[in-house]
């Protein structure tokens, strides 16, 4: 009976061991799944609006162009790949990673605490910051303070909500796209807006708008490449790319042909 004890004993650590491999393998399967499934189908399927130029937004032609649109096919090319791109709603991009819909969103998300406890972050691919933009008439407003009492327009789940709302007092309004709350603003519904300093310097100037950046730099905005939790080595590719496109002068290129300037310093 002693013998036989032993021996079911054994079995069972014998067992337990065994299983205990397995579920590390599926970890190490499972931080590799993006990776992998990139590599193998040799596409790497980008998320982003596609309606937010000069970032990302669909010419006439019906093929995407754009700052991240050029980063992306970079990306891609260098992990040997070729970038496709899907357009989803700003509120769904987050929801669409995590349920595969695409492997990794390169569409001007700001790297913060909160989406860290959802998605991984690459290396920031690009640094910006948040301002002020009011009519070309106006000029009641010029810091942040001074839109206590003011209508605010902003995109809803963005840093720029949390700008706005960190002033008390300020009626905030949120919006779906950029476009419409410019609109709004232009229209005498709002008095002012707060949005991306790269984003409303292109437009103001693209479009010939009768609005005007109004305030320096709010805060500066750190923007990364968000891929699924859980896949380590696909982030570390990711960053590699990145560095290797700054050192090479690929990234300095890229940025200059959709923004005229150096980039900000990290």
């Given amino acids: 009976m ?8 054994f079995v069972v650590i014998l067992f337990s061991l065994v299983a205990g491999c397995g579920k590390n393998d599926a970890k190490g399967n499972s931080n590799e799944k993006v990776l992998s499934r990139v590599k193998e189908s040799k596409v790497l399927r980008v998320g982003f609006e596609g309606t937010y130029p000069p970032f990302n ?20 090319k260098r992990l040997g790949v070729k970038a496709k791109f ?53 000029n009641d407003i010029s810091k942040l303070e001074q ?8 995109g809803g789940g963005t840093t720029f909500e949390q700008v706005a709302r960190s002033v008390k007092g300020a009626n905030v309004h949120l919006y779906k ?7 709004d603003l232009i229209n005498g519904r709002l008095d002012v807006i707060i ?28 923007i990364g490449m968000a891929v699924k939790k859980g896949n380590e080595n696909f982030v570390k590719e990711l960053n590699q790319a990145l560095a290797d496109m700054k050192d090479d002068g690929t990234y300095n290129k890229i940025y200059k042909k959709w923004f005229g300037a150096d980039p900000l310093s990290e």
């Fill in 147 to 154: 839109i206590k009492g003011k209508n605010v327009g902003v």
């Fill in 86 to 138: 899907i357009a989803t709603k700003w509120e769904g991009l987050i929801g669409g990673l995590k349920a595969d819909k695409f492997d990794i969103i390169i569409g001007q998300m700001s790297i913060t605490d909160e989406r860290k406890k959802s998605v991984d972050f690459t290396d920031p691919y690009v640094v910006t910051g948040s301002v002020l933009i009011t009519r070309k008439d106006q």
């Fill in 57 to 76: 937004f669909l010419k006439d032609d019906q093929k995407y162009d754009g700052f991240d649109v050029d980063i992306s096919n970079e990306i891609a």
């Fill in 2 to 9: 002693k013998k036989l004890s032993i021996l079911a004993l």
């Fill in 177 to 183: 796209t950029v476009n419409e709350y410019i609109q």
């Fill in 195 to 222: 949005n991306d300093q790269l984003l409303m310097s292109y437009n103001i100037q693209k479009e010939n708008l009768p609005i005007k950046i109004a305030s320096d730099i709010l805060n500066k905005d750190s």
